[in-house]
């Protein structure tokens, strides 16, 4: 009964409203029995849509809610939505073009006024000199006509690309003169540079560069051994084992102050140069000489400067590297209590290989490398998937494609991305110069499953990795 009384009470309140309601509801319908005569086929159906969206929204303001449902007033303010939607979107009737329009001439935009000029009353003529800007018709863009016009905007300033060689050249020949001054019993070799800004292959900034300094080795008292073969199971670490202690022994080589047990040690090595770096130079003077400022990085376990300039600021990082029977190995220990590995670089490989190629075909790899490096730099979940594992697709892909014409471009580049999925997928990216290594071996888990997710998008959105 209560419920009752409460029913009729709600219609007492709405009855003033109900009848103003049903007033516009008869005259409605008298706009739209007449609506074809007076405003043609397409103005009725205009009429027609945002009247019944307007019926719709009085009819659902007026009509009882069940107070028991907790989501109806979240429901009335969707469907609510839903209908001014509906309004805004509704087409406009296009104008009715007459014979005599078509002859006269299209008006030219407005110009902007001259301060103490008289404004034009035709407005349809342009002062003379003034050039005419022409509206150019719009036009969906292919991929292949994205990553090409995407290319051009990876190329580094031409500044950076000249005045970081020349700084990095300049520190080099500073640390080697001092190296040979401290420790002339250390066969060190020639420092050179590396990096992808030497081979073409660097986009968007030249911020870092590459120090190659190589430790020279007498290969009668070392030799190799497979991280295959020791507690790191990892084909991609070697070991540097000294040999023949009988007949030469420790002494014989300058490199035996860095052994650890019988092998040489990439982290004591490394700890020699870091203090080198660090208490020894005096980085403020060659600095001042060079016109920038040269800080070590004191909490890095890389060998690392970082170099600011009035124009570039640029990080620099020194790699002991040696290279015995076709290897080259890099002081990069793993981290963990293992400190007598030494890293496999394939990089010097990696780029010869990639421009063998393409010379032989003309083909476009190194503009996918680019392109997929330029991706990777400009998305942060992507930046440890850039280089190496970008050449190491392309060079397997290279197998069973023949075609990378500059043509292609937009096929290989999708290849390339549907291989890196499915790599992520299983968690393995063989390396093209030794199928035993694992180049995601050093990735986290959650690192694998955005990368996976992000390039799984650009596969039918190329678009997100050319931003």
Sequence with gaps: MAAFWQQRGRRQENGGLG???????????????????????????????????VKRLIDRATSP??????????KS?????????????????????RREDLSEPLPSPAQPLVPGEAPNPRGSSAPQGTPQVKSSPLHCLTLQEKLLSHSSQLAVPEIQASLVPQLARSICTQLQNFLRSKYPELPFGRLSLSGALLDGLEVLAADHIHLMLPVVLDAGLWSLISGEDTVVRNPQYWMIRRIDLGYFPRGCSPWDRFMVGRYLSSSVLNETLHKLLVASINWPAIGGLLGCAIHP???????????????VELSITLFPVVEMEGKVLLAVPPEGLVENLWLESFYRAEVSRVKELDAGDAGARQLCLRILNGACRSQPSLHKLGGSPMAHVILHLSDTASDWAEESLADRFQQVLEELVASLEKGVLPSY????????????EEEIDEMGFVLYRAISEPEVLLK
């Design 297 to 311: 990085v004191v909490a890095s376990r890389e060998l690392k400067l970082e170099v600011k300039h009035d124009q």
């Design 433 to 444: 110069f030794n199928p035993k290594i694992n180049l995601f071996s050093r990735l986290l």
């Design 19 to 53: 009848s103003v309601i049903d007033g516009l509801g008869s005259v409605f319908d008298v706009l739209l029995a007449n609506a074809r005569l007076v405003l043609g086929v397409s103005g009725a159906a205009v009429l027609a849509i945002a009247t019944l969206a």
């Design 77 to 97: 303010l969707e469907e609510s939505w839903q209908d001014l939607a509906l309004i805004k979107t509704t087409p406009k009737a296009p104008k009715k073009q």
């Design 65 to 74: 809610r069940d107070e028991g449902d907790p989501k109806a007033e979240q």
